[in-house]
């Protein structure tokens, strides 16, 4: 079984920073692709940031220059530096981990259970 647990977020004001974790615990082989997703009230569920394993970073355009995506391999954590924060990145964040258990194994996404990211005066 495997899980990812996602902390860091909260209230913020505009222009502020927040920085979030997800570490994922359990029966893991490998790590490939790790991300960040958001989704706001009404709207659909969109990436954020994505890091592969060879730390190739891909950013959503609204985000770019501001957030940074990093992970740390040894500790099966991704982490997502939030800076200049603005109100319409307010949301649920969700870490997401493409993984397999063992060696040969397929592929498959994991997620973590979400933050709040809560940018307000």
């Known amino acids: 079984q495997v899980q990812l647990v996602a902390s860091g977020g909260g209230l913020v004001q505009p222009g502020g920073s927040l920085k979030l974790s997800c570490a994922a615990s359990g029966s893991i082989f490998t790590i490939y692709t790790m991300g960040w997703y958001r989704q706001a009230p009404g709207k659909q569920r969109e990436l954020v940031a994505a890091?592969?394993?060879?730390?190739?970073?891909n950013y959503a355009d609204s985000v770019k220059g501001r957030f940074t995506i990093s992970r740390d391999n040894a500790k099966n954590t991704v982490y997502l530096q939030m800076n200049s924060l603005k109100p319409e990145d307010t949301a649920v964040y969700y870490c997401?981990?493409?993984?397999?258990?063992?060696?040969?194994?397929?592929?498959?996404?994991?997620w973590g259970q979400g933050t709040q990211v809560t940018v307000s005066s």
């Open positions: 890091i592969t394993s060879a730390l190739a970073t």
């Open positions: 997401n981990m493409r993984l397999i258990r063992h060696w040969g194994g397929v592929p498959d996404d994991y």
